[in-house]
């Protein structure tokens, strides 16, 4: 694409959103997201929230080394019970080439053999019970850089090893199973769409291009991990540059980028901070992180946590509303949201992260109810609620 029709395109795909006239499409579904443990899908408190769909994208290296078996592992059966017992899923694998130090390997080798081998093992397990399937996860930033990049035939690795992942596995699998509905097929996930540099990388151009130049890519997955929601529309302008009118789906989206900034701020920071601190016995001078780590050891009350988080003048009150707004504006079909709580370092630091303060169950950061039962999130709850209505009922 030129550079005059992708600014033209920019400024058309900024016009449609002021005026909200973009990507009008029936319904934004939103569902919940178990990220590479499916083993942690609770059909409990599944029914605790109107979800209608359930997204997870396990390690493949754990398969391809052995750590987990395809046959047996829960993981895999909890996903086909999920559908069993009602849900829609999306699934697919997460690639930690660069978490190896692997380079992709070369069409037709015998390392690409050995995973694709592993993929269609575990698609023949659960293959009749996928909706989506996304072909990867985060790639840029699970792919060693090189690989990212155009090689000497002007190739790109990555997104040669997705196209093959489609064309070899996937396709396969289905076209030989006439009695299966296929599920839509996605390429990504991709997250930090805007940020600049990443805007600039082969591979992240190059996957947009596939969704958008292959018949059989129902569309493109994207995270949306922000600090603000300028970097919201700044990713999503990006993707509609050169993918105008295919779907969108996000798997993945969070504050984490704004919790993350903040850290390192004292508990008494501010007015209200103060008065927070007062009324709960923690000193003034006292960190976030520190606040934090005595939230993931010793659990504190769902009252603590929402007055803690209101006690922040960063922090953006009913932000999930906000989301889903976005949302309806770009063509967003399906978008599915931390669910359960997995990491919750109990020693935190000035840079440690901070995603338990998305799931919509915090279990391992606030007390439980009287019945024994995992507290909801008070900052996200009510509001996850209503979007996921609002999307079943087709607003």
């Known amino acids: 694409m030129s550079k005059i029709n992708t600014l033209a395109m920019k400024y058309i795909v900024l016009f449609l959103f002021i005026t909200g006239s973009a990507f009008s ?41 052995g750590k987990k078996n395809v046959d047996t ?26 978490k190896f130090k692997l380079n992709i390997p070369a069409p037709g080798s015998p390392e690409e053999k050995k995973y694709f081998e592993t993929a269609a093992r575990i698609l023949n397990r659960v293959g009749p019970f996928l909706d989506i399937f996304t072909l990867g996860n985060e790639p840029n930033l699970e792919t060693k850089k090189e690989d990212l990049q155009r090689n000497a035939k002007g190739i790109v690795p990555l997104v040669l090893f997705t196209e093959r992942l489609l064309s070899e596995v996937v396709e396969p699998y289905y076209s030989a199973r006439k009695d299966l509905k296929r599920p839509d097929v996605y390429t ?3 997250p930090r769409l805007f940020l600049k540099d990443e805007q600039k990388i082969p591979g992240v151009v190059g996957l947009i291009e596939l969704a958008q130049r292959h018949p059989a890519i129902k569309g493109l ?36 980028r704004l919790y993350n900034k903040h850290v390192s701020d004292a508990l008494g920071d501010s007015e209200r901070g103060i008065t927070f601190a007062s009324q709960y ?18 659990r504190v009350s769902p009252k603590e946590w929402e007055d803690m988080f209101a006690s922040r003048s960063w922090f953006p009150q009913h932000f999930m509303k906000t989301y889903y707004r976005y949302f309806q504006k770009y063509g967003i079909v399906l978008a599915t949201y931390g669910y359960l ?3 919750a370092p109990q020693k935190m630091g000035p840079a440690s992260p901070t995603w338990f303060v998305n799931p919509i169950f915090p279990m391992k950061s606030l007390t439980p109810l009287a019945d024994g039962s995992y ?21």
């Open 281 to 298: 016995g923690y000193p003034p001078s006292m960190k976030l992180y520190e606040w934090y780590s005595k939230a993931n050891t010793q």
């Open 73 to 98: 592992e829960m993981g895999l059966a909890k996903v086909i019970e999920a559908k069993k017992a009602g849900y829609k899923v999306a699934f697919g694998f997460r690639w930690d080439f660069a």
């Open 221 to 256: 997955a994207i995270h949306l991990h922000i600090s603000d929601s300028l970097e919201m529309a700044e990713a999503l302008q990006f993707v509609r540059t050169i993918m105008p009118d295919k779907p969108i789906i996000v798997p993945e989206f969070s504050l984490f």
């Open 188 to 190: 990504g996930s991709l």
């Open 25 to 65: 499409v029936p319904a934004q579904e939103i569902g919940a997201n178990f990220n590479h443990d499916p083993e942690i899908i609770d059909f409990t408190y599944l029914k605790k929230t109107p979800v209608e769909w359930v997204r997870t994208t396990p390690y493949i290296f754990e398969y391809i080394r």
């Open 375 to 395: 507290a909801p999130n008070p900052l996200w709850y009510d509001d996850f609620v209503t979007i996921v209505q609002q999307g079943k009922n087709g607003h």
């Open 341 to 343: 709580s997995q990491s």
